[in-house]
Each structure stands twice: as structure tokens, then as C-alpha cells.
Nanobody
Framework: EVQLQASGGGSVQAGGSLRLSCAAS????????ITWFRQAPGKEREGVSC????????IYADSVRGRFTISSDNAKKTVYLQMNTVKPKDTAVYSC??????????????????????????WGQGTQVTVSS
């Protein structure tokens, strides 16, 4: 019943755009941090971007800031990752993850933990993004 489902991956040429979707079900969407991760062959899993659904606060990895935009549609319980000006280095399996985040928890904790995969207890299936040059 509790589920995250990532979709929207595919092949795109460098400089193009792609939008990934992470659809949530079975839990109170507004109480969660939802984060996009990616992992390329031979590389560590990397936190790409997260959003605090309740208040809309977002965080981006340096590698994607200015090119990618995370957003949420609370009515649809869906988080999006708009990927613009994609580069071959963006090629990876992209997954979304969620963790409950109470209003009483401070921003410092979010900044410290958002990109740490062990912090998350809900994960969706990955979607492959391949960027060709």
C-alpha cells in the first residue's frame, strides 16, 4: 500500500530536457521529505535534490543546481524533477525516496541528512536516464 513509483526516464541527447515523476501513495504526502537520488556505474549513490513537501523548501546538489528543478503537486501526491540542459554525466539510474519529517524537526537536520541514503525508509524503483553526446 505504501509505495513510491518513479517514471519518466529514457534516452535524450545532451542539451535536451527530461522530466521525471515520483508518485506517492499510501501515506500522508505532506509529512514527508522526498528526494531524488541517482547512481551511475562505478559511482556512489548521489543525492540530487530534495523537497520538503509541507513548506516547499528545496535543496540541490552542486552538480545539478541551475539545471534541474524539483517541485511537488500536492493534490496529485507527485514530485517532479525537471532536468534541463542535460549532460552525459547525468546518465544514471534515478530513484526517489521518502522519509517522515515532523514540523518540529529543524532545518539543520535536513541540511545534514538529506543526501544520506540510510536516512530514508521508503524507496521507489529506479528509472534509467541515458544522455548521449
Amino acid at each position: 500500500e505504501v509505495q513510491l513509483q518513479a517514471s519518466g526516464g529514457g534516452s535524450v541527447q545532451a542539451g535536451g530536457s527530461l522530466r521525471l515523476s515520483c508518485a506517492a501513495s499510501g501515506f500522508n504526502f505532506d509529512d514527508y521529505i522526498i528526494t531524488w537520488f541517482r547512481q551511475a556505474p562505478g559511482k556512489e549513490r548521489e543525492g540530487v535534490s530534495c523537497i520538503n513537501v509541507r513548506d516547499g523548501i528545496t535543496i540541490y546538489a552542486d552538480s545539478v543546481r541551475g539545471r534541474f528543478t524539483i517541485s511537488s503537486d500536492n493534490a496529485k501526491k507527485t514530485v517532479y524533477l525537471q532536468m534541463n540542459t542535460v549532460k552525459p554525466k547525468d546518465t544514471a539510474v534515478y530513484s526517489c525516496a521518502a522519509v517522515r519529517y515532523e514540523p518540529s524537526e529543524d532545518v539543520d537536520q535536513l541540511n545534514r541528512l538529506w543526501a544520506a541514503a540510510p536516512w530514508y525508509d521508503m524507496w521507489g524503483q529506479g528509472t534509467q536516464v541515458t544522455v548521449s553526446s
